[in-house]
């Protein structure tokens, strides 16, 4: 492949707008729009997958005290702390760029490449399956990708100066785990330029070396350039419709209210999280609320899917999951539908052991 692709430098922005921007570029890109290298940076930030609960990841009472932005992503994923300290880089492409759909491949690629660039620094930096970049086994980056439509966003995040002790009070994890045993394990598996090289490197040194990776591994070179009038009207628009609570707290789902059983089960997909409404009485399930860390296209499946679990006989539940995704075309990166059953039946054997 040969050309010029756009390099964008967005900045150091509020998780909002690097929100909206997601959406804007990837609208773009879907529409025809050239294939595209972002490097973003964020204020202090939590940040949901598009399939996760704000309650349930987060603690929302720290982050307000601190002045932390809360976010929810256009892709699924896990929840995740972002601040200055880190450099966040997006590729923008055509689905037609690669010649293979598995994302498996597409991520030791792309993983590939980004581990060049930080070689290129002079750090020993590897890529460990299925999406993590790491230095001596201790976790350097993060990526995830999928696939919208004949676009793909894949992202990818560098750690040049992280606070971990702030991460683990961002995300929603059991207070003894801040523990300074927890903090000191958490610290031996995330490691970051800084400490790698023995000083944080200039980040425009680190956004280079990886733009270079990148043009090499795809055979490309870069034009630098910005938002076309277009994008700059739809990212006024989407700024302005994920600044706010209906945005972030979308797919939060009640607790108390509605929630009588849940399991909670990992799969090579991801995390899945299911609450079930049932009446035991007349053997039904009333709702069905499934969240997680996973990826899933188009994102409105899983909502389709809570819909037709929708007081349903609970003997019907495996005809009806198998009936959605025979009927249905969803891309799921690693997870299936019999995940995503076996979470339904935990749940379900939680509720008839409450009921003996």
Known sequence: MSGRWRLLDTGLRPAAENMALDRTLLESCQAGGPNTLRFLRFQPSALIGYHQSAQQELDLDYCREQGIGVSRRITGGGALYCDQGQIGWELYLARRTFKTPDMLEIAREICGMAVAGLRALGVEAAFRPRNDIEVNGRKIGGTGGA??????????TVLVDFDVARMLRVLRIPREKW????????????????EVLGAVPALDDVQAALAHAFAEGFGVGWETGALTAAEETAFARYTREMSGDEWVFETDRPRLEVATVSALRKTAGGLIRVMLAV???RARLKQAF????????????????EAALRDVALARVDEIVH???????VE??????????AALHEALATDRAQAL
């Open 279 to 281: 009446d035991t009485a």
């Open 290 to 305: 499934i969240t997680g860390d996973f990826f899933v296209q188009p994102k409105r499946a899983i909502v389709d899917l």
């Open 332 to 341: 799921m990166l690693l997870l299936t539908p019999d995940d995503i059953l």
């Open 147 to 156: 696939f919208d439509g004949d676009a793909l966003l894949y992202q990818g």
């Open 323 to 329: 009936g959605f995704f025979s009927e249905h075309r």
């Open 179 to 194: 523990s300074d045993k927890a903090l000191a394990s958490a610290r031996e598996r995330i490691t970051t330029l800084g």
